[in-house]
């Protein structure tokens, strides 16, 4: 498995994005046994950056590879944090 394209990413972007990969590491694992190497190739991230927080690039990717492998998401918690104007994400413990 390898991705392309991620040093054009500033690095909260990149670590984000890794994370939503190794969300999914396992079952993503067991999944390319069965079938052919993955390899991403980012070329462009897009957002607009007035709401944008990085953990929702976590949830962009974890989502984007469930739906392209038929993997199950995992259970993410999603709150809002009124007087910080802030969504507030709660990941699953990595392995």
Do not use: H, W
């Not at 980012?42 to 739906?67: H, M, R, S, W």
Request: aromatic share 10%.
């Amino acid at each position: 498995f390898g991705v392309s394209g991620l040093e054009a990413l500033q690095p909260a972007d990149r670590d984000a994005f890794l994370f939503g990969v190794r969300i999914l590491g396992s079952q993503l694992d067991d999944r390319l046994k069965r079938e052919a190497p993955l390899v991403m190739r980012l070329q462009k991230l897009d957002y607009n950056p007035t709401d944008f927080q990085v953990e929702g690039l976590t949830c962009a990717v974890i989502g984007l590879l469930a739906n392209k492998f038929g993997i199950p998401t995992p259970n993410i918690e999603v709150g809002f944090d009124k007087p910080n104007n802030r969504y507030t994400f709660v990941f699953p413990e990595l392995d």
